[in-house]
């Protein structure tokens, strides 16, 4: 990749690893009752509720009109795990190789490690709609060129989360899934 000394936020010292906040994430789209009443489109831009905000993870939920996407980023110093719960996404991570792309059908998951560089977009002609988990809570972004040059970094706003944790909390029990 080229060279590019990154600054990253030091990550708490009780970070949630990716296979944990990928159970969150998996677990939250399978409490679909919590997150479809907030699903939204819009065709000018994508679409975003902060969901859930704990001390240690957020959750987001994306809407995407077709040809929407972020652009190359990274999440500062957060683990994140996204899963697809509506529609089709394409997933762009920027490697040593270059640009690796992946499809993600409903139901497939992405994880993006700390410091990793990706854009997420939807190609199809249908809308589609993602779940985000982020360990610690997302506060900046650096977006990025197509040859990993840093271009800007944008503070995310902290905005109320519309579902308590205790809510989030009794759903993602392992009893209340059955
Ligand atoms: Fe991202």
Redesign the pocket.
């Known amino acids: 990749m080229p060279g590019r000394p990154r600054l990253l936020p030091t990550p708490s010292p009780d970070q949630l690893d990716l296979d944990t906040i990928v159970d969150i994430a998996t677990g939250l789209a399978a409490a679909d009752g919590l997150w479809r009443p907030h699903v939204d489109h819009d065709p000018v831009s994508r679409t975003s509720v902060r969901l859930v905000a704990t001390p240690v993870y957020e959750v987001w939920l994306l809407g995407w009109s077709p040809g929407q996407r972020?652009e190359l980023?990274d999440?500062g110093g957060a683990n994140?795990a996204f899963v697809v719960v509506d529609g089709e996404l394409d997933e762009l991570t920027l490697g040593a190789s270059g640009l690796r792309s992946r499809h993600l059908g409903t139901g497939d998951v992405g994880t993006?490690a700390s410091g990793a560089i990706?854009d997420?977009v939807n190609r199809g002609t249908v809308e589609a709609t993602s779940l985000?988990v982020y360990a610690d809570p997302l506060r900046t972004?650096t977006f990025y060129d197509d040859h990993g040059t840093a271009t800007f970094t944008e503070v995310v706003e902290e905005v109320p989360a519309i579902i308590s944790s205790a809510v989030t909390g009794r759903a993602l029990h392992p009893a209340a899934r059955r």
């Open positions: 972020v980023h999440h994140a993006v990706h997420v985000h972004m």
